[in-house]
């Protein structure tokens, strides 16, 4: 994975800090140029790989890219699957078997509507993979090396302990894709316990890591005992502890901690996504250099 990875918050009016800045990013993202625009900005500051959301306007962005593979051949893309919201507001647009209908493959709909809640509860897992499938479509053509699994459903499995969802997303992930599968988490520790009991070593896992303890169960000296193992494959996302960490500071912090093998962020801005490139950069070196006079 690249040290660096673009996120996609920004594009859908997510932010940690205000509503104003919120509503400031949903004009000024109205149009999928202007999401081409910033992508662009970030690929010519060295970034390679765009960490995001199944949300519907991905399609968009996803189709442009595939009608100029020349500009975008070393482009990757990593979904996160799936994109809770989405569901959440076609069911109340189209009602249960509407969205049904708008997002599940045709089969699997009409042995649903013979079956009932007997078929629902005949086989969750190849229900899992069809729904995969359906988030999938919209990435055919672009190259998706790492696959993942959002927070709202993996700590959702976790906390109910229905660790063979985990697996069987891992291994359809790998079979049916040729990627690797990744996890996001508010639970670094205990995903990669349950992980690991389950044979999946060396995972990729990206997670809230930052000074503050911002999503951090278990906290922060856990986090960092845990990096210090090195037992898996790590992304920190929120690092700057949702607008509570300065830029600078945040990134000193998550750039020196080790085994965290990329950074995610956000940016709007020209100047926001070239600051943070090469803040991290900078602190890479000095690290590097640090290690070897040391």
Partial sequence: MERI???????????????????AQSIKFKDDSAIIKTLDIAIASGINTFMCTTHDRIANI?????????????????PCMPYAHKYANAVTDLGIAGTLKQYVPGNFLGSLLKGGVAYLSKDYISIMELLVDAEMKMFK????????????????LLGLGMDEFLVAFA????????????????????????LEKNGINNPIICASINKVNFRMSGGKDLYEKTLNEGRCRIIAMQVLGGGAIPAGEA????????????????????????????TIKYHDQKKKASSIIG
């Fill in 5 to 23: 990875i673009f996120g996609d918050n920004q594009f859908f009016a997510v932010n940690h800090i205000s509503d104003e800045k919120s509503r």
């Fill in 62 to 78: 996803c189709e442009i890219i595939r009608k100029d593979p020349e500009k975008y051949k070393d482009f990757k893309i990593y």
């Fill in 141 to 156: 053509g672009i190259n998706t090396p790492v696959i993942f699994l959002q927070n709202v459903i993996t700590d959702l």
């Fill in 171 to 194: 291994k359809y992930i790998k079979e049916k894709y040729n990627a690797e599968p990744g996890f996001i988490t508010m639970n670094l520790p205990k995903l990669l316990e349950v």
């Fill in 251 to 278: 990134l000193e912090y998550v750039s020196n901690l080790p085994n965290v093998e990329s950074i995610l962020f956000g940016a709007s801005s020209k100047q926001n996504i070239e600051n943070t490139v090469e």
